[in-house]
């Protein structure tokens, strides 16, 4: 029998480390398995995804900029993937049809509280950001317990959808980017742009870092070190970036597809060694 066939869609995709990711996993388990990453333009995205299960996929995830594509495409979804709007991972059903799941937010939480120890509990949280990813971890970060959620983004529309799709008015709060001189210190701060990625710099002043706070960018790379430096220049903590997310929604998803989940830990290693 072929092995199981897996496989990461995104656009572009070829730096993507979750094959390597999953095949180490799948390691651990003597498990047999095909992984690959499929770069597919957004107007091919759902026919491709489509054909790949027809032919025998047994799960995907996701990555940029497909996620609500993903969400939109799946018959069923997670709770997670519903608070998201987005999915990171679809699982082929037993009757054809396609769920919808999405792991970042755990992944986050994960990765912060086992990892590099942080305890959410009681924190004042800046989200800077308001698009695909701060949706992802934004809901998840109040559910850990954070005290209050301060959303601040470029376009203060898309930071008001956030909080009103959040629902939480007591907890979570939008500020202008503007004003990110004037809005007070904070515990944790979680960088959800995609400036990083985009070549761009953010201009972030050191008066938002609170005594002992947290800076945590869910990118990784040269994608985070211009928040990471920032932050460390600031006097953060802890300076962190998303490699370790990375690893803990990797392996939700094999938990998912495989029932049983994978020793993280080795696996972050490595790649931080490669990094
Ligand atoms: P992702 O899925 O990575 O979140 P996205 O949905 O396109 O990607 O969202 C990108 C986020 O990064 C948005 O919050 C965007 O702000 P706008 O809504 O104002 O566009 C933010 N972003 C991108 N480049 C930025 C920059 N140079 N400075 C500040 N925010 C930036």
Redesign the pocket.
């Known amino acids: 029998m072929p092995p199981a066939q897996f496989a990461v869609f995104g656009h572009p995709i070829s730096h993507s480390l979750s094959p390597t990711i999953h095949q180490a996993f799948a390691q651990q388990f003597g498990i047999a398995l095909e992984y690959r990453a499929i770069d597919v333009p957004p107007a091919d995205f759902t026919a491709t995804v489509r054909r790949f299960f027809a032919d025998g996929g047994r799960g995907a995830n996701v990555t940029?900029p497909h996620?609500a594509a993903a969400f939109a495409l799946a018959d069923q979804h997670s709770v997670a993937a519903t608070r998201a709007g987005t999915a990171n991972v679809l699982s082929a059903l037993d009757d054809g049809r396609l769920a919808a799941h999405n792991t970042d937010g755990d992944g986050m939480v994960r990765d912060l509280a086992e990892r590099h120890r942080v305890d959410l509990r009681g924190h004042d949280t800046l989200l800077l950001?308001?698009?695909?990813?701060?949706h992802g971890v934004a809901w998840r970060l109040l559910d850990a317990g954070a005290q209050s959620l301060t959303i601040v983004?470029?376009?203060p529309e898309?930071a008001d959808a956030l909080a009103d799709a959040i629902g939480e008015p007591a907890r979570v709060r939008t500020r202008y980017w503007d004003d990110l001189a004037s809005i007070g210190s904070y515990d944790l701060i979680v960088n959800?742009?995609?400036?990083g990625v985009?070549g761009?710099a953010?201009q972030l002043p050191f008066s938002l870092l609170g005594n002992r706070a947290v800076c945590y960018d869910l990118s990784y790379g040269q994608a985070a070190a211009g928040f990471l430096g920032w932050a460390k220049a600031a006097g953060a903590r802890h300076a962190c970036d998303g490699l370790g997310m990375l690893v803990e929604t990797a392996a939700d998803a094999f938990a998912l597809w495989h029932g049983q989940r994978p020793d993280t830990e080795p696996v972050y290693q490595q790649l931080r060694r490669q990094a």
């Open positions: 940029l996620k950001g308001a698009g695909g990813a701060a983004n470029r376009s898309a959800a742009t995609s400036a985009l761009a953010l």
